[in-house]
């Protein structure tokens, strides 16, 4: 596995997808087989991503919407899907984020139905941020989050 890292490592770096700093700091890492930088245990590159840094962006890809209507929804479940069958991580992190937003979504719409409910729907909004941002965060980290007060939908 070693060897078809180092391979796709170098593509990368020719295509010029990464600078020499992050090739040489990936190469020592594969040699010295720390991290998933890439395909460890058989996964695939993620779009030239490293696996955290792929997954920080499905989590922050939510926050497109406010820019695009639906797109905060549409892309996070694009990522997911193209990448869920070759990647168990991502397919984890992707049910997360689904089920994160559709929970939100209906608490919202329950909130919204009463006048004193909206006060308190975009507090749950102003959250629902902050926990995309953590969730962002511990990804990039290498760790799995569960944003909470979610319905789990998928499973």
Sequence with gaps: MKYEDL??????????SISEEEYQREKERILNDQGNSFSNAGKQPLF????????????????VGVIVALLGF?????????????NANVDKHGKNILN????????????CI??????????LGVLYAV??????????????????FTIQFFK
Excluded at 7 to 16: A, F, H
Excluded at 48 to 63: I, S
Excluded at 132 to 137: D, E, H, R
């Design 48 to 63: 030239g991503l490293t696996e955290n840094t792929y997954l920080m962006l499905m989590h922050l890809t939510q926050f």
């Design 7 to 16: 391979k796709i490592l170098d593509e990368l770096r020719e295509k010029g």
């Design 114 to 123: 009463t006048l004193i409910g909206i006060p308190v729907a975009i507090v």
């Design 131 to 148: 926990f995309v941002v953590i969730a962002s965060v511990k990804a990039n980290n290498g760790e799995y989050w569960k944003y909470p």
């Design 100 to 111: 994160a937003m559709i929970s939100y979504v209906i608490y919202a719409a329950v909130l």
């Design 74 to 86: 549409i892309v996070p479940i694009l990522m997911w899907t193209t990448n869920k069958d070759t």
